[in-house]
């Protein structure tokens, strides 16, 4: 699976739109993006994935460039409840069994 | 209604112990993970069964055994628990057809003293 790099971490106003980007620049023609996040103790939550078309649904939006290098996941109105790390993966389709590759992911902080 | 559930949620043991953690799924998938999160936060993939039969076995010691009684249920052995397997392990399944999206139960944080 191909690599992703993300910043650490970022900050939000609550209410404010939370924009986290994501670096994929050797993703493969088969390759789609997933965006998890982990709130604090809690087991990973799937957010959304896309492949090469922006996607949103009621938890957030996908924003993919033309060239598929890198994305977007925008949260609209972020909340406190958002404070959580972000993972961005890169995941073959198609494989049964496959796992999910974890990195670092970023570390969004949502405050008051 | 829990998708993915875990027990137990905390296990403190003594080392050289045998334990085992349970886990179970009620959404109809038929492909089921576990993955270990060690103190520096990293997830990492142990093993993953399919239709009850095994895809992935990532560098795991053999005290780390793996059993499927059934699709919705993936159970994790550890025999002979040393220091270094504290961590908190977490199951996960998904459809292996569709989005393959994975869905994630609540954590065994497992302490080993």
């Known amino acids: 699976d191909a690599k992703t790099t993300q910043p650490t971490s970022m900050d939000c106003a609550e209410g404010r739109a939370a924009n986290l980007p994501c670096n994929h620049s050797t993703i493969s023609g088969n390759e789609y993006v997933y965006w998890y996040r982990q709130i604090h103790s809690q087991g990973p939550q799937y957010i959304i994935h896309?492949?090469?078309n922006n996607e949103t649904n009621e938890m957030a939006s996908l924003i993919i460039t033309e060239d598929r290098k890198s994305s977007t996941l925008i949260l609209p109105h972020a909340t406190l409840r958002d404070t959580a790390v972000y993972y961005c993966?890169?995941?073959?389709?198609?494989?049964?069994?496959?796992?999910?590759?974890f990195g670092k992911g970023t570390t969004l902080s949502v405050s008051s | 209604d829990t998708a993915v559930s875990q027990t137990p949620k905390y296990l403190v043991t003594q080392m050289g112990n045998d334990k085992s953690i349970k886990c179970e799924q009620n959404?109809?998938?038929?492909?089921m993970y576990w993955y270990k999160q060690d103190s520096k936060k990293f997830l990492k993939i142990m093993f993953s069964?399919?239709?009850?039969?095994?895809?992935i076995n990532e560098t795991v010691p053999n005290r780390f055994s793996p059993k499927s009684p059934d699709k919705a249920h993936l159970n994790l052995h550890i025999n002979s628990l040393e220091l270094g397997d504290s961590a908190v392990y977490f199951c996960a399944s998904s459809q292996s057809e569709g989005t393959y999206t994975q869905y994630f139960g609540p954590g065994t944080r497992l302490t080993v003293l």
């Open positions: 993966i890169v995941r073959v389709w198609g494989q049964a069994g496959t796992a999910l590759i």
């Open positions: 896309g492949l090469k």
């Open positions: 069964y399919n239709n009850k039969e095994l895809i």
């Open positions: 959404l109809g998938h038929d492909t």
